[in-house]
């Protein structure tokens, strides 16, 4: 049996209408038709089962048949800030780190930093967020926001409980991964890593050095690494 269709709206009613690119993808992409069932998601965290009622030219009319709260979503808020990387690299990072559960993403640019960002590239990564998190199954969508230096994004951060920067150069890490709590700002640089003074202006705004280990990690790695190890260690892989 075929799993249901899962789709976002911006909001649920009733008879919720189904538009813009999700109606192309259920329309011309999966072909649905009335009487189809499917998932409506609002990003509340919630999942609303519907059924479509009716197919027009330009939307899906779907009538809302129950409400359930997901169990997909981590209870432990977590955020990954991560300099912008060449290519199509960001968007893998993004992609795996909303399927292991972060909550918010921000990509910046920095001193060493050689990608640039622009609002389609930003809208590209808030599409491929939601992509992944409709593979995942997941009831709602990490934010994805863009900072233009790294000051802006490490000050985003002031009301995580705990505060990590992954550096090539940290010689040991700064706090034990393994007693984590409460909720976590991670940091990753990007393919030029950090200066020593983006380091020194990160610790002194409360954030703990992290090392990954004795060998250099490609950013798009570290990324997906420092999440994966965060989330085990707050018991969301369990």
Request: proline share 1%.
């Amino acid at each position: 049996m075929a799993a249901v269709r899962r789709f976002y709206v911006e909001k649920i009613e009733r008879e919720t209408r189904l538009m813009g690119d999700e109606f192309s993808h259920a329309k011309n992409v999966l072909r649905l038709k009335e009487g189809d069932e499917v998932v409506l998601l609002d990003g509340s965290g919630a999942e609303y089962d519907a059924v479509i009622n009716a197919v027009g030219r330009g939307e899906m009319l779907c009538g809302v048949t129950g409400r359930r709260v997901s169990d997909k979503e981590s209870k432990t808020r977590v955020r990954l800030l991560l300099g912008a990387l060449k290519g199509d690299k960001t968007e893998l990072a993004v992609q795996k780190a909303t399927e292991l559960g972060v909550a918010e993403i921000g990509v910046f640019s920095s001193r060493f930093c050689s990608a640039y960002m622009n609002e389609n590239k930003l809208e590209r990564l808030r599409k491929v967020a939601r992509e992944a998190a409709k593979q995942c199954l997941r009831a709602s969508v990490p934010s994805v926001e863009y900072f233009a230096d790294l000051p802006s994004a490490l000050a985003s951060c002031a009301e995580y409980e705990n505060k990590l920067f992954a550096c090539e150069f940290a010689q040991k890490s700064d706090a034990d991964l393994r007693s984590l709590r409460g909720s976590c700002a991670l940091v990753v640089g990007s393919e030029g890593g950090f200066s020593e003074e983006e380091f020194s202006s990160a610790k002194a705004a409360g954030f703990a050095g992290i090392s990954l280990g004795r060998r250099i990690l490609r950013a798009e790695t570290a990324a997906i690494v420092f999440c994966g190890i965060v989330m085990f260690c707050l018991g969301e892989l369990q």
